[in-house]
C-alpha cells in the first residue's frame, strides 16, 4: 500500500505531534529513569494495562527489584504480589525468564537480538529501543493503528497492528531526529486526544485528518 492517503503531509504532522507533546507531556516515572532494565519492564507491564495503574506498580519494582539480579534472589511470593493489582499474572513468569537470561549482561540494542527475549515481543522492543535507547523505531500499538486509520480513513481491524502497510506510514511519519519525541507525542496525543471517543478541537493534526474532514 502506498502512503498516498498522507497527501505528502507526514512531515508536518511529525512536527505538530512533536510541538503538541512538548506542552503535554505525560511524567511518567518510567519515562525518567536511567535504568535501563526497569525501563524495559515498563514497557512490558504496559502492555494492555492503562498508564495509570502501572505507576504504583512501577514504583514498587523501582524500590525492591531494581536489577535482574535483585529479582531473581527475591521471593517468587514477592514478585507476584508485586503484580496482583496489575492481572495478567503470567507476565510474572516473563520478567523472571527475561532476568534469568539478561543476569548481568547489557540489553541487546538491536531489535531482532532484542526480539528473543522473553516477554518481549515487536511493540515492547520498539518501545524500548526508540524511547529508552537512543535507537530511531517506529512506535505501533492499538491507539497509535485508530489515530491512523482515522488520519487516512483506511478501515482496520485487530490484527492491523501487525500490518507492513501500518508499520511503513508510521515510520513514514516518525523523524530521522526527534524520533523519541514524536513517539512520545503520539503515545500522549492517541492516549488523551485521539481515544475511542476523540477530542477533535484539542488535536494538533486535526486539519489533516481525513476523518475529520
Known amino acids: 500500500m502506498n502512503h498516498r492517503h498522507l497527501d505528502g503531509k507526514a512531515s508536518q504532522i511529525s512536527h ?13 516515572p518510567w519515562r525518567l529513569t536511567d535504568n535501563h532494565w526497569l525501563a524495559l519492564v515498563a514497557e ?41 493489582s496489575l492481572g495478567l499474572g503470567w507476565r510474572v513468569d516473563f520478567l523472571i525468564k527475561l532476568a534469568e537470561k539478561l543476569g548481568s549482561s547489557d540489553i541487546p540494542e538491536n531489535k531482532a537480538e532484542l526480539m528473543k527475549l522473553p516477554g518481549v515481543g515487536d511493540y515492547v522492543s520498539s518501545a524500548y529501543l526508540s524511547l ?47 524520533y523519541r519525541e514524536y513517539n512520545y507525542g503520539v503515545l500522549d496525543l492517541t492516549m488523551t486526544v485521539c481515544k475511542a ?17
Open 16 to 28: 505538530r505531534v512533536i510541538r503538541w507533546g512538548r506542552n503535554n507531556f505525560q511524567r511518567y
Open 44 to 84: 512490558i507491564m504496559l502492555q494492555r494495562t492503562r498508564a495509570a495503574a502501572v505507576i504504583p506498580v512501577w514504583n514498587n519494582w523501582e524500590q525492591s527489584f531494581s536489577t535482574p539480579q535483585i529479582l531473581l534472589d527475591s521471593p517468587h511470593k514477592s514478585i507476584s504480589e508485586s503484580f496482583k
Open 132 to 178: 529508552h535507547a537512543e535507537v530511531r523505531e517506529p512506535i505501533v500499538d492499538s491507539n497509535v493503528v485508530r489515530w491512523i486509520s482515522r488520519l487516512t480513513r483506511i478501515k482496520v481491524d485487530g490484527e492491523t497492528r501487525r500490518s507492513k502497510w501500518i508499520r511503513d506510514i508510521a515510520d513514514e511519519m516518525t523523524p530521522v531526529r526527534g
Open 197 to 213: 471517543r476523540p477530542l477533535c478541537v484539542q488535536c494538533p493534526v486535526a486539519q489533516y485528518c481525513a476523518s475529520r474532514r
